[in-house]
């Protein structure tokens, strides 16, 4: 083979490679943002986070509850707390 032509082939086997590692990064990203809406939505729902819109979330904290679980719960009001605003923002338009 000439020198050009197992050029072309090495430069062809990176391009698929990477497109191979790029798409499965793009999977496992959108596999954690999945995981992160799931483990708010359970936290609302089991009563460990309860967001009153406009004015309150209250965090369950007891012994069991470790510091990370807390910083948990307050993502679930903040994501709570995010959608409450886009609705006020579309009944305002």
């Not at 986070?49 to 965090?59: D, E, F, N």
């Amino acid at each position: 083979m000439k020198r050009i032509e197992v050029l072309l082939i090495l430069a062809t086997l990176g391009l698929i490679i990477t497109v191979v590692l790029a798409d499965r990064f793009l999977l496992l990203e959108k596999i954690d943002s999945l995981e992160e809406k799931v483990d708010i939505h359970n936290d609302i729902v089991t009563g460990k986070a309860t967001y009153v819109p406009g004015h309150a979330c209250m965090i369950r904290a007891g012994h069991e509850d470790l510091p990370a679980d807390i910083v948990r719960y307050a993502r679930a009001c903040a994501k709570g707390h995010e959608q409450w605003l886009l609705l006020q923002k579309e009944d305002e338009e």
